[in-house]
Nanobody, 115 residues
Framework: QVQLVESGGGLVQPGGSLRLSCAAP????????MGWYRQVPGKQRELVAA???????NYADSVKGRFTISRDNAKNTVYLQMNSLKPEDTAVYYC?????????WGQGTQVTVSS
């Protein structure tokens, strides 16, 4: 079982910034795609951003220009820098990692954007 550990969520005012982190165990030597998803009650989980091991990225249209995904392969960690946050960004954010042909999910971290 692979456990992904997320951190960095919280409450922020509109226009503010947060940085999410997600770390996989160090014993894993090769992680393919890593990504961030979000979910609000009553809706399906949606892709926010993803990044391949080689650094190619993909973003949801709603976050382009505001969010930046990055990763540190040596630390098995993926980051999501979120700027210019809006109330509609409020959700539980989950990281996902593709490891040895399986998808693993983090436990989720709440991001609330409110004044």
């Amino acid at each position: 079982q692979v456990q992904l550990v997320e951190s960095g969520g919280g409450l922020v005012q509109p226009g503010g910034s947060l940085r999410l982190s997600c770390a996989a165990p160090g014993r894993i030597f090769s992680i393919n795609e890593m990504g961030w998803y979000r979910q609000v009650p009553g809706k399906q989980r949606e892709l926010v951003a993803a990044i391949t091991r080689g650094g190619s990225t993909n973003y949801a249209d709603s976050v382009k220009g505001r969010f930046t995904i990055s990763r540190d392969n040596a630390k098995n960690t993926v980051y999501l820098q979120m700027n210019s946050l809006k109330p509609e960004d409020t959700a539980v954010y989950y990281c996902k990692a593709a490891i040895y042909g399986y998808d693993y999910w983090g436990q989720g971290t709440q991001v609330t954007v409110s004044s």
